[in-house]
């Protein structure tokens, strides 16, 4: 063989092996992000899904150098922000953070669990207009008047909503329950008097408190929260028995890859680790929680089922009133 062809075989070779090596570099899995995530919050601005998005949109764009969209879609209680991430393409660049209210038993299985963000407590908060400083003097009011008090909540179903009723069952008492469309609407009127209680995630209603525009009397869990450790347990209050905390967590539709979970959990949970982000969670009024996706999805596992049971007391306790 000559020289020359020689040459030409050996050029010819080295292009098809370059060739082969940037095909096999282009079908590669790239990292991920590579583009904008967009973090769907299937409630309206100003709630603890929402607040809560905001500050780890911020941390994971600046982590990622990747730009974190929070679009609100709310509706329904959670549901129609819910289906619109349940049909996305499941690829990672959409996710929910999501709430008790966002998920049931017939549409968990569309999600795949990320991460556990918050799981805090709830604060048991009045308008001063009402008179009562303590969960005890709360109890004797909606005793003495049944069904007279108001409490509102982030829509029928919402964790706001059945955290009461929770409660009204252990404690015995009679309330009316005013339904939102969202946490920030129900707190606008429970600021101006129009209802007199919520449990209302720490976030949204602090502020408030700190103000005097509200009086906070408890909160919801079975200790005190690291965020408030100045306001006792209902169950230390008067209520024994009583626990329930309102969570947050983030969601991506249910094909999404697992490698692309993996990494999602690991962010959220080295965001969450960051003093910084703790010490604006809890200024907020959320605690950070921590843990793995399967951690998260047997936690979503228990609270549908200890939900679920709450509801289905409800709905015989409907059933057997007169007509």
């Known amino acids: 063989m000559n020289s020359a062809l020689h040459r030409t075989l050996a050029a010819a070779v080295a292009a ?166 969202g946490t920030g609407q129900a707190v606008n009127d429970l600021l101006a008097g129009t209802i007199d209680v919520m449990f209302a995630p720490g976030q949204t209603v602090m502020p408030h408190v700190k103000s005097g525009k509200l009086v906070a009397l408890a909160v919801t869990s079975a200790k005190r929260a690291k965020a408030t450790p100045e306001l006792p347990t209902i169950a230390d209050s008067g209520v024994p028995g009583y626990a329930a905390v309102g969570w947050f967590g983030l969601l991506a539709p249910a094909a999404t890859p697992k490698a692309v979970i993996a990494k999602l959990g690991a962010d959220v949970s080295r965001t969450l680790d960051d003093p910084a982000v703790e010490r604006t969670m809890l200024e907020a009024g959320a605690e950070p929680a921590e843990g793995t996706p399967e951690q998260f999805g047997r936690f979503i596992q228990e609270e549908l089922t200890k939900w679920g049971e709450l509801e289905q007391a409800m709905a015989r306790k409907v059933g057997a009133k007169p007509r």
């Not at 991920?32 to 973090?39: D, R």
Request: aromatic share 6%.
């Open 16 to 181: 098809a092996l370059c060739a082969t090596a940037g095909l096999a570099l282009a079908q590669a899995p790239q990292p991920y992000p590579t583009k904008a995530v967009t973090m769907i919050v299937p409630f309206p601005p100003a709630g603890g899904a929402d607040s809560l998005a905001r500050i780890l949109a911020v941390h994971l764009g600046n982590s990622w150098k990747q730009t974190v969209l929070v679009e609100n879609r709310p509706g329904a209680a959670g549901h129609i922000g819910a289906s619109y991430v349940a049909r996305s393409a499941p690829d990672g660049y959409t996710l929910m953070m999501s709430s008790t209210a966002s998920l049931t038993k017939e549409n968990a299985s569309q999600f795949a669990p990320v991460a556990l963000v918050s799981a805090s407590p709830y604060v048991v908060t009045v308008n001063p207009r009402l008179g009562v400083k303590n969960i005890r003097e709360l109890v004797a009011k909606a005793k003495a008047e049944p069904g007279k008090l108001t409490f509102g909540s982030s829509g029928e179903g919402s964790a706001s909503h059945l955290t009461v009723e929770l409660f009204k069952q252990v404690a015995d008492v009679e309330m009316m329950h005013v339904p939102y469309k």
